[in-house]
Structures are given as structure tokens and as C-alpha cells.
């Protein structure tokens, strides 16, 4: 993986965005809060979000640019009054580049007690091939 590729996986911190296009729906868009780690075999990005269900996440990859988006619902009910909010609601968005070091068609996304696992396998040509050395 060349140094270029390794930055464009660098997680960023929470921060609000502008989004690429008009947006359809009043209200800010936040990005999720990831983390991003390598095996020999693949890379893990895993995606923060409490109280999010699977059905509100959505994982699309399109032209190598693989995109996180979804909305995050208020946690309150309607005879509760906010105290203390810290968690993030309305609309999430967040993208990354894939190169063709990824094996794009086996993605695998898993989402378990509020944190969304992407494993993204490398493609055989990227996986570092170990040389076996043997006495002369």
C-alpha cells in the first residue's frame, strides 16, 4: 500500500461538514467518528454509532468511493427535556476512497451494538507474499 492510499484511510475527528450537493432536508450533516486498522488480509474500518439500527445506515460503493449515510434519531421521548446532549443527531455522511487493492466485490458490513465492522479484503495481487528461503 503506497502513501498515498494510507492517508486517504486516516480517520478525521467528528466534525460538521458541508455536504457535495444541495441538500434536500434542513440541518447539519455530521461525519461518524471511525477507526481504521490493517491485517495482511484486509482492512477494518469501524464505525461508531449508538442508538443507529441497521436500517438506518447506508453503505454504498460507486466508482471506488465507498460512502457511509443514514440519520441518526433523537434518543428523547416526547415528555422528556434534554439535559445533557452529546450525541450527534440528524444526518451522518462520510466517504473514502477504494483503491484496487481492495477486493470490492467481497465488502462484508456487520452492524452489532451500535458499531458498524466493514471488512474490506484485500485483492490477492495486494497481499504480501512471504518467500520461502531454503539452504543452499
Excluded: N
Amino acid at each position: 500500500m503506497t502513501e498515498r492510499e494510507k492517508k486517504e484511510l486516516m480517520p478525521k475527528a467528528k466534525e460538521e461538514v458541508a455536504a457535495q450537493a444541495e441538500q434536500l432536508q434542513p440541518g447539519p450533516i455530521f461525519t461518524p467518528d471511525v477507526d481504521i486498522f490493517e491485517t495482511d488480509r484486509e482492512i477494518m474500518l469501524i464505525a461508531d454509532m449508538p442508538g443507529v439500527k441497521s436500517e438506518d445506515v447506508h453503505v454504498e460503493l460507486h466508482e471506488g468511493v465507498l460512502t457511509l449515510s443514514g440519520d441518526i434519531a433523537p434518543w428523547e421521548g416526547p415528555d422528556e427535556t434534554d439535559i445533557l446532549i452529546e450525541y450527534e443527531v440528524g444526518r451522518f455522511y462520510r466517504q473514502f476512497a477504494i483503491t484496487e487493492d481492495i477486493d470490492q466485490e467481497k465488502i462484508d458490513a456487520r452492524m452489532a451494538d451500535g458499531v458498524l465492522r466493514l471488512a474490506l479484503p484485500k485483492a490477492e495481487s495486494a497481499v504480501t507474499r512471504k518467500i520461502p528461503i531454503t539452504e543452499a
